[in-house]
């Protein structure tokens, strides 16, 4: 199925643009994993610490391209500036989610290209 948004990419978009780390880890399921570049994060803490100090910190600004569902596995292209460095070109990955039965992300896995 492909979709021009996901509820759960559109909260994790205005999410991470808030610079609210509760609400992002309020996205996850409890004992999730986050995947990415810089390490694997399990659960809450973890989780918060790196959108804290990664993502905050560096003011990304992101937005949701094309978005493909199937059931509990949720694709989404995703491009992030940063005020910090306007000169700096747009970072484009793939967000890969998957959901739990409740709507909660028990996986997310994010590839740069």
């Not at 759960?8 to 643009?17: D, F, K, M, R, T």
């Not at 610079?19 to 992002?24: A, E, K, L, N, T």
């Not at 959901?99 to 290209?113: P, S």
Request: glycine share 8%.
């Amino acid at each position: 199925m492909t979709a021009s948004s996901h509820p759960v990419v559109s909260a994790y978009v205005e999410a991470v643009n808030a610079g609210d780390v509760d609400r992002i880890v309020g996205l996850f399921a409890p004992g999730a994993t986050l995947s990415h570049p810089l390490g694997t994060f399990t659960g809450a803490r973890e989780i918060g610490t790196f959108y804290r100090d990664v993502v905050i910190a560096g003011q990304a600004d992101v937005t949701a391209g094309a978005v493909l569902s199937e059931g509990t596995l949720v694709m989404a292209e995703i491009s992030a500036t940063s005020a910090l460095d306007p000169n700096a070109s747009t970072a484009h990955a793939i967000d890969v989610f998957r959901l739990d039965e409740q709507g909660l992300v028990a996986d997310l896995e994010i590839y740069y290209r």
